[in-house]
C-alpha cells in the first residue's frame, strides 16, 4: 500500500493548475516561460533536469512537485536508484543548510547576551 495515490494526486494538481489559468492566466503562463527556460540550452538531458527538480521538490517540500517530477523522471528513464541518489543529495545539502543555519543561531544567541 501506498501513502497516496500519486497518479491521482498529480492529475489533481495538473487540474488545479489548468483552473488557477482561467482565473489568473498570466500567472501561469509567467510559470510556463521560467520552465520552458530551464530547456533552452539543453545542456542537460531530460532525466538530469528530473532529477534535480525531484532533489529541489523534496528540499522544498511540495508533494505536488514531488508528483509531477517523479513521473516525468521515470519517463525520462530515470531507475528508482538514480532517484535514490538524487534524494541522497537533498538530504545532504538540507543537513548541511541546517548545520549553516545553526551557527546563525548560536551567533544570535550571543549577540542577545551584549544587549
Known amino acids: 500500500m501506498h501513502?497516496?495515490?500519486w497518479n491521482t494526486y498529480r492529475q489533481q494538481i495538473i487540474d488545479g493548475?489548468?483552473?488557477l489559468s482561467?482565473?489568473?492566466p498570466e500567472t501561469v503562463k509567467g510559470y510556463?516561460?521560467?520552465n520552458s527556460a530551464a530547456h533552452r540550452t539543453n545542456l542537460l538531458d531530460d532525466k538530469t533536469r528530473e532529477l534535480i527538480a525531484l532533489a529541489v521538490a523534496i528540499s522544498l517540500r511540495c508533494d505536488g512537485c514531488i508528483a509531477v517530477h517523479t513521473?516525468?523522471?521515470r519517463k525520462f528513464g530515470a531507475t528508482k536508484e538514480e532517484?535514490?541518489?538524487a534524494l541522497g543529495v537533498a538530504i545532504s545539502i538540507n543537513?548541511?543548510?541546517a548545520i549553516v543555519y545553526s551557527t546563525r543561531a548560536l551567533d544570535a544567541?550571543?549577540?542577545t547576551g551584549e544587549v
Open 32 to 34: 510556463a516561460t521560467l
Open 17 to 19: 493548475v489548468g483552473g
Open 71 to 73: 513521473a516525468a523522471a
Open 109 to 111: 544567541f550571543d549577540a
Open 83 to 85: 532517484i535514490a541518489e
Open 95 to 97: 543537513a548541511g543548510a
Open 3 to 5: 501513502m497516496q495515490d
Open 22 to 24: 482561467k482565473l489568473s
